[in-house]
């Protein structure tokens, strides 16, 4: 499918989605709420064909964890790692394929660069089999939370919602792609996996480069100090945001929002925010990937 197919394709989507109730927007499979029009049912059962390579390339992170950000990062490692460009405008997220870009997918050359939202123990069998490696991106959940609140009110594909009943909604895993916690817990079981790399965004906020390097030398890619910085300076927040246009049509601005780390002391009131801390502490404190999202310091 050719990139032009793909954008029409993306725009009848969303004027499809004018036409449906808020409601409509969302639909449960195997118990996790799913956009209806991105990921039909259609498109998990073709998943089930789907054949991992052992070299595929993994991105897995919650929706607004940095996905969009760690694709562009990919492209350029790979880019300069192996000499080929991918000028592909489709988001390499398999959740989203269906049965004609699963095709593509089937017959693109190695390495190939794939991504999901999924949870863990939601990802086909095949890539438990052939065990490629995955970069795993992860967000304090405050933030998360308010960039999914910022997401959902300005992509027509998903409903919108006003803050509290979103709140209430992410807090219970009411969400398209379910809980954030729910995520969080199965990841953290491979924290040692030497498969898997578990980087945060905030980590990625204070020091691009040293993330940058970390990643590249993950996926064997042993790139000079001049590409880094060169990869590292294209993918800041203000030059992805300055070329979303390019990258991401229309939609650009609303995947590069405000790329910031504490915007949610903007949204949660005393109240939430406590609930935010009483629900990390419970699920997540003392874990490897709690101590990893360095809660105290970032939401606290
Ligand atoms: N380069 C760069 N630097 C810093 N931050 C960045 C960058 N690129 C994207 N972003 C921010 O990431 C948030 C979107 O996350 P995702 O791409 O995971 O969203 S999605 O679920 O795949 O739609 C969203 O966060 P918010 O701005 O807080 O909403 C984006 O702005």
Redesign the pocket.
Known sequence: MSDDMFKARMQARLEKAKAMTEEEKLYRFNGVLYPTLMCPEENFKCLDNIKAREDDIMLA?????????M??VLKKIMAEGTGNKNESKM?P?MEFFGPELLKVVEGSPSPRLLGT?LCPDNIPKTFKEKNPKILV?F?NPK?TL???F??CNS?PVLPSKPWDSFFTDFMSGNVAWGSYFDYALAWDKRMDDPQVLVIT?EE??QD?TSGVRQISTFFGFSLTDAQIQQITGA???N???ESSANSHGNMGQV??????VG?WKNHFTPEQSQEMDEAFNKHLAGTKLGDKLNYKYYCQ
């Open positions: 992170a919650y929706p607004k964890c940095g996905f969009n950000w694709v562009g988001p997220m939202h991106v967000r933030d308010v960039s999914y910022h997401f992509n965004y990625l906020k691009l993918s800041s927040f030059a992805m945001k995947f590069f929002r405000k790329g910031e915007d």
